[in-house]
Every structure is written in structure tokens, then in C-alpha cells.
């Protein structure tokens, strides 16, 4: 027992757990890195971080992350699972639309495209004058997108990184929806057509609570993804955008402790990170349970 | 994307209240929200497929070529474009590190994570629940809090900017979720057939590797997939631990091509080298697509 828990789980720690609670010590310091001593210098890093402009933008735009990313992702991929699983014609048995198996198949697809070749090839498609995107929109007649920058426009760059995102999860959940949806009994929705309920109706009362369980799990590891988010924001604008309109946490804490040698700052940022994280998933648990959603990870 | 699909739903709600046989007006309705659900799903697959076909397309033509149009079929096959990806810009033997990194980390993880789910689902022990606890808080824990740390530990043991290093990082960050999921696996195990065979003399050993692993197959498949997308597409570990460019894995290398590319203006190699990264992943993806999809819809239930 010893050999098959005790080493494995020692390495973990020494590997995982240990980092997490030095950084937290770290964030009480001004270590360099570079230089053996580590000044305590008690929550002063938290209070430049608290006034630090830069910081604040970069913990907004993550924020926005958190509150866009999950929810578009969850409804879209959701009104996807129920249109492959119970969508079908209305006639006959309960069934999906035609060709669900080609649909989960292809729509898995961004899942297996490494992160970093997403955000490339995103990039590409936004480029404002060879990318796919501009020739549609003005192939359609839409002029006044020739050369339209989408990544470096204050008003579109987050807009545009969030979609890239979406796209690379959709399918995903899509794919985890259906699976958790064929688990439902089929006379449920049976019983709930003969009742009259309509296509929506049986998509809100029967798939959505039956499935609760699989929505939340899904939607924290999507929450815990967009809060990082940190590939996507690399390959699409490495700067953190037009006037740091896509500028995140992870970034900040990138440059801070690599760039610029701040290993104290950047541990501190990056217990923030993990306070909002910690905070979010306790949000969304307490949410689904006032919506009835049983204590057990089983849905 | 979303506008549509309401558009969709607010059409089938005029279709509910019929009743077994559909009057003709309802069955009108029916066929009208069953063909705009089809073109929310075509549309859907449009823009899931155009991005990756489009990649495709212009990795076989020059960068005049991309940037004259992005729909033109390129004159003619531009494969060299794959050639320079692979030598000049080093993706060859990145692809190497990644398959030399990935293999070792994927072997290491289902074996050490396979043994303490083991342990974790069938041996009560004083403090197994803090241990179960400790490894779901590493599935929480974003990894950016632990990275400026774990950056010294593996400079104090000499393994900072090594291939070893890297698979010990991957291993020991891809170990909470391969325990979380496998121990569940476990404790649906007949608990019988572990006791007959220790009543029979088997040692541990040999109850776990011979009978009871046999018996995880489907389980440890399906982790061991979803653990080498995740492995495969693993970014920020290389890019922290990991800076001698001798050792990039493949992400970073395409990274590292893509911010050079803006100077260089080699988009064809650079769409190349994309397809490149995305071949391996999706003929896996493909060869054992009906095991992953099989394996996310447990997920989703465990």
C-alpha cells in the first residue's frame, strides 16, 4: 500500500500541493528569484495590487471571461445536445435529427486541436487582409470590412477572443450533453409529448433537471478554463491587445514573474486567481443547490 | 450562433400542444421547426469544419498566394511548404520531443494513478478521506498559482529545461484527474473477485496487475485518451519549464513559428506546420472516436 498510494501521492504532493502553499508564502514577500533573500513583507504586495491599474484591468477582462464563456458555452451546447437527442421529427418515437452520429463526430473536432493551433489559425482568420473572415464579410458585399482589423480594435478584440473560445468548447459539451441526455429515460419524453409539451418545454422540464448534475460539473470546469484562458490570449494578442482590452490574470502573472522578476507580486496575483476560482465554484455549487440539484457529483 | 437557435425554439413551441395525430397546420409546423433545426446543425458544422478545411487548403499555397485571396485553390501543391515546416522551422523534431515527453508522462500516469485509485477505492484507511480531498483540490487549484514555484523545484534538482522534467510536471499535473476518475472505475468492481484471489495466495502485486487492471481496461482507455489530448496540447508547462529551444515539445514550437512567422512571412509553412500539430491528435481522435465519445459520456455520469 505504501508503494502503490504512499510514493505516487508523496510526488503529487511534493509536485502540486507543495508549489500552491509555498506561492501563497511567497506573496508575502519581494523575492526576486534571482536573490536568496525573500524580504517579508506581509500583505504589501496584495495592497500594490489592489491600486495597480494594469492588475485591475487584467482581473476585469478575467471576470468577463468567467461571466461570458460558461454560459454561452453551456446554453449552445445544450440547445445542440437536445436537437441531436429529441429534436427530431415529431412523429414516430422520440429521435434526434437525421445524421446526430456524423454531427458528434465533427463537432468534436476543435476538442482535439491543440489549444495554441486554435488560437493560430483564429488569428489567421481574423487577419485583416488575408484572413477568411474579411473575404466572407465583403465577398457578401459587407465593404466596410475590408482590412478591418477584428484583434486589434478596442471595440471587437474581446468579442472576437471569446468567440474563438466558444468555438473550441462548444463541441465538447455538445458531445458530454448527449451522452448524459441518452442516459434519460426515453418515455419520459414519451409521456411529456403526449402531455403536449412542445420540443422547449420537454428541453427545460425533463432533459435540463435530469441532467443538472453533468450542467454543473461542466460548468465549472469551463469556469475554471476561462479564468485561465491563458493559450488562446497568447496566440491571438501575446500584448494583451489594444489598450489591454484582452488582458488577463495569467498573462499578468507570466510577465510578472518571468519577464520582470517579481516572483512575489506574480505568487500574489496568483492567489487571487485562486480566491476567485475557489469563489466561483462555491457560487455555482450553492446556485445549483438552491435549484435542487442533489449533493452528489452522480446527476 | 445563440439568436439562431431561439429562433428555433420559439418555433417549436407553436407545434406543442397537439395531441397524437397532428392536425395539418401542426404538422406544417413540425416540418417548418424540424428544417430550421437542420440548418442550425448545418450551419453549426459549417462553422466547425470552414476554419479546419480552410488551414488545410492554404498550407498547400504560397504566402503571395494567401494573402492575394483566402478562398483560391492554390496553383498547384505547394508541398514544400511542409518540408520547411518540418526542417527549417524544427517542427520535426519537435514532434519528436512531444512524442518522446507525452509517451513517458502517459505510461507514468496510468500507472501511478491506476495504483492509488486503486487503493483509494478499495482499502479503508485512517485519513483516505483527506487524501481523496487533496486530490480533488489539485483539479481545482488553478496551475498558474504553482508554477513560479514549481519553476525552483525542478532547477534545485538539475531537471529545469530537461525532456525528464517535463514528464515528471506532466505526470504529477495530469495525476489528480486520472485518480479522481479511476477511483470511482474501482469501487464498481466486484469486490469478490479480489478476494478470491488473495484467498487463492495471490500477493498484491499480483491481484492488482493480473486480475483486478485486466478488469479496468475500459476505464483506463478511455482516461488514457483523454489524458493524451490533454498531454498532447499541453502548453503552459513547456513554456515554463522548458526554454532550451533544443527541447521545445510541438506546441511551443508552434508558437515560437508563429510569433517569428510575422517577420519571416512564411504563412504557408506556417499552415503546415498547424496541420501537422492537428494530424496525430485527429486520426487517434478518429481511430478510437467511438471509445472517447463512450468515455465522456461516463465522465458525465460519475
Not at chain 1, 434526434?96 to 486554435?118: E, H, K, L, N, Q
Not at chain 1, 510577465?255 to 516572483?263: I, K
Not at chain 2, 494530424?279 to 467511438?290: A, E, G, T
Request: proline share 5%; net charge neutral; aromatic share 12%.
Amino acid at each position: 500500500m505504501v508503494v502503490f498510494l504512499g510514493l505516487p501521492f508523496c510526488f503529487y504532493v511534493l509536485m502540486v500541493l507543495y508549489p500552491f502553499t509555498q506561492a501563497t508564502y511567497y506573496s508575502l514577500t519581494a523575492w526576486t528569484g534571482f536573490s536568496p533573500e525573500q524580504p517579508f513583507v506581509g500583505l504589501g504586495n496584495y495592497a500594490r495590487l489592489a491600486s495597480d491599474g494594469q492588475f485591475r484591468t487584467a482581473l476585469g477582462n478575467s471576470l468577463t471571461l468567467l461571466v461570458v464563456v460558461p454560459a454561452v458555452v453551456m446554453v449552445a451546447s445544450f440547445a445542440l445536445a437536445c436537437l441531436l437527442t429529441f429534436g427530431g421529427s415529431t412523429a414516430g418515437s422520440v429521435r434526434g435529427m437525421r445524421g446526430t452520429a456524423f454531427y458528434r463526430v465533427v463537432s468534436f473536432f476543435p476538442y482535439v486541436v491543440p489549444a495554441i493551433v486554435i488560437g493560430i489559425i483564429w488569428a489567421q482568420i481574423y487577419d485583416p487582409s488575408g484572413g477568411l473572415l474579411n473575404g466572407v464579410l465583403t465577398a457578401v458585399g459587407l465593404d466596410r470590412f475590408t482590412d478591418f482589423a477584428w484583434l486589434g480594435d478596442v471595440g471587437t478584440a474581446m468579442g472576437a477572443t471569446i468567440a474563438v473560445i466558444v468555438w473550441a468548447f462548444i463541441g465538447f459539451y455538445m458531445v458530454l450533453f448527449v451522452a448524459a441526455i441518452q442516459g434519460i429515460d426515453p418515455e419520459l419524453f414519451e409521456a411529456a409529448r403526449l402531455d403536449g409539451a412542445g420540443r422547449v418545454r420537454s428541453a427545460l422540464s425533463i432533459a435540463l433537471p435530469a441532467i443538472a448534475g453533468s450542467v454543473r460539473t461542466a460548468y465549472v470546469y469551463m469556469g475554471i478554463l476561462a479564468l485561465d484562458a491563458f493559450v488562446y490570449m497568447q496566440a491571438l494578442n501575446p500584448n494583451g491587445g489594444p489598450d489591454s482590452s484582452t488582458l488577463v490574470v495569467t498573462q499578468q502573472i507570466f510577465s510578472t514573474a518571468f519577464s520582470q522578476g517579481q516572483f512575489g507580486v506574480a505568487c500574489a496575483m496568483g492567489v487571487v486567481l485562486a480566491l476567485v476560482t475557489l469563489l466561483f465554484v462555491g457560487l455555482v455549487f450553492a446556485v445549483f443547490r438552491l435549484l435542487g440539484v442533489r449533493g452528489g457529483a452522480r446527476g | 450562433m445563440s439568436a439562431v437557435v431561439d429562433r428555433t425554439a420559439g418555433g417549436a413551441r407553436t407545434t406543442g400542444p397537439e395531441r397524437g395525430e397532428n392536425p395539418r397546420g401542426g404538422r406544417r409546423g413540425d416540418r417548418a421547426v424540424g428544417a430550421a433545426s437542420q440548418a442550425v446543425l448545418v450551419v453549426w458544422t459549417v462553422l466547425v469544419v470552414a476554419p479546419l478545411l480552410w488551414t488545410l487548403v492554404s498550407s498547400f499555397k504560397t504566402t503571395q498566394e494567401i494573402f492575394a485571396s483566402p478562398f483560391s485553390l492554390p496553383t498547384s501543391l505547394h508541398l514544400e511548404n511542409y518540408v520547411n515546416a518540418w526542417t527549417l522551422a524544427g517542427i520535426g523534431r519537435y514532434f519528436l520531443n512531444s512524442v518522446l515527453v507525452v509517451t513517458g508522462a502517459l505510461v507514468l500516469t496510468m500507472l501511478l494513478g491506476s495504483m492509488s485509485a486503486y487503493v483509494l477505492a478499495r482499502f479503508p484507511f485512517p485519513g483516505r478521506g483527506a487524501v481523496r480531498t487533496l486530490v480533488v483540490a489539485g483539479l481545482t487549484f488553478p496551475i498558474f498559482l504553482a508554477v513560479v514555484p514549481l519553476f525552483f523545484i525542478l532547477q534545485q534538482v538539475g531537471l529545469l529545461n530537461t525532456l525528464p522534467g517535463l514528464v515528471a510536471a506532466y505526470t504529477a499535473y495530469a495525476y489528480p484527474f486520472t485518480v479522481f476518475f479511476l477511483v470511482s472505475f474501482f469501487e464498481d468492481l466486484p469486490a469478490e473477485v479480489a478476494e478470491a484471489a488473495s484467498i487463492d495466495g495471490a500477493s498484491e502485486w499480483r491481484t492488482f496487475f493480473q486480475v483486478m487492471l485486466p478488469m479496468a481496461r475500459p476505464g483506463m482507455a478511455a482516461v488514457a485518451i483523454l489524458n493524451f489530448v490533454g498531454l498532447w496540447n499541453q502548453f503552459l508547462l513547456p513554456v515554463v519549464l522548458n526554454s532550451d529551444q533544443g527541447n521545445y515539445v510541438l506546441t511551443q514550437g508552434m508558437a515560437s513559428f508563429a510569433s517569428q512567422a510575422g517577420y519571416s512571412v512564411d504563412f504557408g509553412a506556417l499552415f503546415a506546420g498547424a496541420v501537422t500539430t492537428i494530424v496525430p491528435v485527429l486520426v487517434v481522435y478518429l481511430v478510437f472516436q467511438r471509445r472517447l465519445q463512450g468515455s465522456v459520456a461516463q465522465g458525465s455520469v460519475k
